[in-house]
C-alpha cells in the first residue's frame, strides 16, 4: 500500500515550553526509528511538507485570530493572550508558532493533497492532529487546525463526504465544531468522558445542528476501560458507520494517549490492542484515500513505539514483531458506564447493536 510519510526535523520546534507534556521531538525520535529499521523504500515514501499559505488558515479560523498568532510570534507584547487562549498555562504562546504553524498545517494539507490526486493511498503527518484548536482560540495544547485544513482540502478537491475518526483519549472537541454544520463532514470521536476529563465535552447524546442532523457521533468511555471493550467498540461503530454515512475520504486522528502507559488519560489499552484497532480501521478503510494525523500522547516511549508501527502497517508491512499480547479488562465501573453508552446510541441513534 503506497504511503507518504510527511516529516521535517523542523516539526520539533513546536516548544511550547522543556516541561509541557507535548514535546514535539517525539518525531524526530520516529523518523529515526524507521530509518533505522530501513523502512523508507518505494511503498513508504519520506516527503518534506512546506508551509501552507495564510489564505489556508482563513479557510478554517477567525482573521484576527490569524494575525494573533502571527504578532505573538514574532514576540509583540501588550496583547491580552489569554483571550484568545495562548497561555499561560497549557497552550504558551511561543516565538515562531506563525512558522511553524504553516508547516505542520501544510504537512496536513500535503497529506490530503497527496491522497486526494492518487499518487498516496495513504499519507501520515504525525505533527498533525491538534483537534482542540477552535475557530478563534487556542486550546488544549493546539493552535491551529491543521486538520480542519486536510478535510477542507479533500473536499475542494472532489471528495464530497470525509468522515474523521478520532481515537485520541480527548473528546476532538474543536473539529466537532468547525464541521457541525456541515451535513458532509462526519466527526466521530472515541475518548474518555469530559466528565472526567480535559475538555470536558463529547456527550453521548450530541447529535450535531438541525442542518446537519447526525454529523456529529461520540461515544465516551468511564476511566479504566481497556481493550477488552475500546477495541471492538472503535471497528463496530465505525464500520456501522461508513455503511450508513458512504464517506469518499477519511481523516483519522491517532492521538496515542488511550494507552495504559500515558501519564494524562485513564484508559488501558495495551499498545498491541491499541495497534490492532488502527489495523482494523485501516482495513476497513483500505479502497478509500485515507489521511492519518497524530495528535495526543504523552508516553514518549509509547508514542514512538506505536506511531512507528502504525507507518509500517500504513504500508502493509509486518508490524508485530516484539509486541507482547496481554489482554487489559476493563474494571466493572467502566463497563455499567459502557453499557449505558451503547444502550443510549442503539435506543437513540439507530446502531443496530
Ligand atoms: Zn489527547
New binding site residues.
Given amino acids: 500500500m503506497k504511503t507518504a510519510y510527511i516529516h521535517s526535523d523542523l516539526y520539533a520546534s513546536y516548544n511550547l515550553g522543556p516541561r509541557h507534556p507535548l514535546q514535539q521531538a517525539r518525531l524526530i525520535d520516529i523518523c529515526e526509528t524507521l530509518h533505522n529499521q530501513g523502512a523508507f523504500d518505494e511503498n513508504l515514501v519520506l516527503v518534506e511538507p512546506s508551509p501552507c499559505k495564510e489564505s489556508d488558515l482563513l479557510s478554517v479560523h477567525d482573521a484576527e485570530y490569524i494575525q494573533i498568532v502571527k504578532r505573538a510570534s514574532q514576540g509583540e507584547t501588550g496583547i491580552q493572550l489569554s483571550r484568545y487562549g495562548l497561555g499561560p498555562g497549557d497552550t504558551p504562546a511561543f516565538a515562531g508558532m506563525w512558522e511553524n504553524g504553516l508547516l505542520y498545517c501544510g504537512g496536513s494539507l500535503r497529506c490530503a493533497e497527496l491522497v486526494a490526486d492518487g499518487t498516496y493511498k495513504r499519507a501520515i503527518s504525525f505533527a498533525g492532529g491538534l483537534h482542540h484548536a477552535h475557530y478563534d482560540h487556542a486550546s488544549g495544547f493546539c493552535i491551529l487546525s491543521d486538520i480542519a485544513i486536510a478535510i477542507n482540502t479533500l473536499k475542494s478537491n472532489g471528495y464530497k463526504r470525509v468522515l474523521y475518526v478520532d481515537i485520541?483519549?480527548?473528546h476532538g472537541d474543536g473539529v466537532e465544531a468547525l464541521f457541525r454544520s456541515d451535513p458532509n463532514v462526519l466527526t466521530l470521536s472515541f475518548h474518555e468522558s469530559g466528565a472526567w476529563l480535559f475538555p470536558g465535552t463529547g456527550n453521548v447524546q450530541d447529535r450535531g445542528v438541525e442542518s446537519a442532523v447526525d454529523s456529529v457521533w461520540n461515544v465516551p468511555f468511564a476511566p479504566n476501560t481497556g481493550g477488552d471493550v475500546w477495541c471492538s467498540t472503535v471497528s463496530d461503530v465505525t464500520s456501522h458507520l461508513m455503511d450508513r454515512f458512504l464517506p469518499d475520504a477519511i481523516v483519522l486522528q491517532l492521538?496515542a494517549?488511550a494507552l495504559a502507559e500515558d501519564p494524562?488519560?485513564h484508559l488501558v489499552m495495551t499498545r498491541s490492542e491499541w495497534l490492532q484497532t488502527v489495523d482494523t480501521l485501516l482495513q476497513m478503510f483500505r479502497d478509500k484515500p485515507v489521511v492519518i494525523l497524530g495528535?495526543?500522547?504523552y508516553c514518549r516511549a509509547a508514542v514512538v513505539d506505536v506511531w512507528s508501527r502504525v507507518a509500517l502497517l500504513a504500508a502493509g508491512r509486518p508490524w508485530q514483531i516484539g509486541l507482547e499480547l496481554e489482554q487489559s479488562l476493563s474494571t466493572s465501573d467502566a463497563l455499567e458506564f459502557h453499557r449505558s453508552t451503547m444502550r443510549y446510541l442503539h435506543d437513540q441513534r439507530g446502531l443496530p447493536f
Avoid: C, P, R, Y
Fill in positions: 485520541d483519549v480527548h492521538g494517549d494524562l488519560g495528535g495526543g500522547g
